[in-house]
């Protein structure tokens, strides 16, 4: 599980059951660069910094050194989500992680890096359905549909119009996604995205962010994961 910052890590951690443990301890294993691994039974748990960048360097890392190989990579915490799909409090499930602000800007409009002819603007995810299921019968507010990776949050009516023009569907926006998925495809394992709506997409109102529920929603979330089918 990779989130972006401690805070979101530990409410991952609150969740995860402790039915879900195997006979191994919980531990913390130090990494090169300064990341640390939480470990609580078959999952590990990573802090690995803001952005996809700094996302894709801790998932690689963590995949590079893993003893056993890992069966899925989820990046997950706190995210924008787009209206009326994604309220605040209620947790997306992405189908497809998106770079969407990934290429360059023309005088016709925005072209990706894969119209311009390279590289790749796009990650399938495995096992939304079943999680998004699991998520629902366990009473949370759930929505499946593409997550985007944003390195700008979007502040401005405007930018959120353009981004569902773009990419119709979109459910929510977030800042590691794409990173964890780049990471995760050069080492072959499945990836998914799990975002709790802290805040929706769209005009800047710090006042209006719901950091807290969105962290108690994530717990939840982490508590009601399909984990025998994902591990
Ligand atoms: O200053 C702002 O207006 C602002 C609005 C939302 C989020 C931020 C952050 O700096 C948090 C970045 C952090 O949280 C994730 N996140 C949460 N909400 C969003 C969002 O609407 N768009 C993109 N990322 C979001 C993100 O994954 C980062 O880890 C600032």
Redesign the pocket.
């Known amino acids: 599980m990779v989130t972006?910052?401690a805070p979101?890590a530990a409410a991952v951690l609150r969740g995860l059951p402790a039915g879900s443990a195997d006979s191994a301890p919980d531990a913390e294993l130090p990494l090169p660069g300064g990341y640390l691994l939480h470990r609580r039974g078959p999952v590990d748990v990573l802090a690995a910094g803001?952005?996809p960048a700094a996302a894709a360097a801790g998932t690689a890392t963590a995949l590079a050194l893993a003893a056993q190989p890992y069966r899925l990579v989820l990046s997950t915490?706190?995210?924008?989500g787009f209206a009326p799909l994604a309220p605040l409090g209620s947790i997306v499930v992405a189908d497809q992680i998106v770079a969407a602000d990934l290429g360059a800007d023309t005088p016709d409009g925005f072209a990706t890096v894969t119209e311009l002819g390279f590289g790749r603007v796009s990650h399938p995810t495995a096992h939304a359905a079943a999680v998004a299921a699991a998520l629902r019968d366990g009473g949370l507010p759930t929505a499946v549909g593409p997550v985007l990776t944003?390195s700008t949050?979007?502040?401005t009516a405007a930018r959120a119009e353009q981004l569902t023009a773009r990419h119709p569907g979109a459910a929510a926006?977030?800042?590691?996604g794409f990173g964890v998925a780049e990471a995760a495809a050069g080492h072959g394992v499945p990836v998914l995205e799990l975002?709790a709506v802290?805040?929706?997409?769209g005009p800047?109102d710090?006042a209006a962010?719901r950091i807290g529920e969105a962290f108690a929603a994530l717990e939840r979330a982490f508590a009601l994961l399909p984990y025998d089918r994902l591990l």
């Not at 915490?77 to 924008?80: A, K, Q, S």
């Not at 926006?173 to 590691?176: G, I, L």
């Open positions: 972006a910052v979101e803001v952005g915490g706190i995210g924008g944003v949050v979007t502040g926006e977030a800042m590691e975002r802290s805040n929706a997409v800047r710090r962010w």
